[in-house]
DNA sequence: GCTAATTGCGAACGGTCGTTAGGTTAAAGT
DNA sequence: ACTTTAACCTAACGACCGTTCGCAATTAGC
């Protein structure tokens, strides 16, 4: 039927298949995702999706470590050019309020969806989430650190109650957003932000 | 085998599989429930189990409706005897955030769960969600409001800013209990709702 | 040009899904 | 005492699940 492809493109079908993994998983869940639905929408067999990966945990993997990436590259990656401390972790909760508002199919911040979802299911995606998870809070509370020792903050600010009021807000802009469909809900988050970051 | 039951046993049954499936839903998700599994915890046969309901997302709703009822005597019900306004506020996200914490089995606010769960999954289950969110949001407006009238916070106070900022700190609750099993998660949540609600 | 490896397909596997039909047994109504 | 109703069962249904096997087609290495 179709012309076979060159080893170069081997890495362009598995990523067009994580791609609509991602889309398919945003609505579905990672663990409602399916490798028959998967096929059908890639107009592939289900023997040629899962062979790329082997298992379905492997595919939940790799979808959830192209999200990770994908938020890496979109969040944090365009705050370096913010001064240290309060500017670059306000610039970094803005373009996640972005990120998450934009609704070009994959449904919000693929990452806190998963967080909700296998929050009580050990295993090796849960212990993948948790990783990024953490990552992320390490660079708040370096950021966080940082805004401290510059005085942009008060010198007594606890930054574990600071970080954790911080997610939350994350948390509501993603619930508005997903659940609510609030158009209000990115404004809203960056006066929360804005609140919690700029002293008093 | 078993002697039958009296009528008045229907519901015992219908109450007895609610919260089989309350708790196994809590860990698996409300979609990711099955009877089959609901009936080998429940020690009954397929039919016997559904008989009760009629289909699956008819089991669904009634497994949220009792969430829902849950909550509402362990949240608003306990607060009713705190004055109305902060207080009873502050009242009402403490026992939120105790019943968060409980660990028997029930993983936490099922509620919030399947608010993320079916963010993105229209349908008669995602109705029911979204309404029993309003209900929760109108009361904190209202109690809210109450507040601003009786000068326990500032007159040019946002209520909806407000409220969306409660919301926040409750799912960051949520979650860092649920997936990080932070025990301090609480005291945060609580220093973190004080914040909002005692003017500075 | 020949061989080896890669890529994806078709078909099938045992298993579980939600749902339904029909039967059995006990209780309730009269 | 007889009938009706309710609760629950076994058995089966078609559909889909994840996974595996063998095979055809294409490319890469030599």
Redesign the pocket.
Known sequence: ??????????AA??SRIIDSALTLASTEGLEG?????L?TDL??????????F????A?QLAVLAAAVERFRLRVPARAVGARPGTERLTRAFDEWIDYMAEVEGHGGCFLTSVASEFDGRPGPVRDAVLDALASWSAYVAAELGTAVEARELPPHTDVEQLAFELNGVALAAHQSIQLHRDPQAPTRARRAVARLLIAP
């Open positions: 039927m179709s012309p076979r492809k060159s080893v170069a493109e081997t079908t598995r995702l399916t490798i028959g639905r096929a107009e592939m067999s289900k023997a040629g999706v899962i062979g790329h082997g298992s379905k945990e595919l």
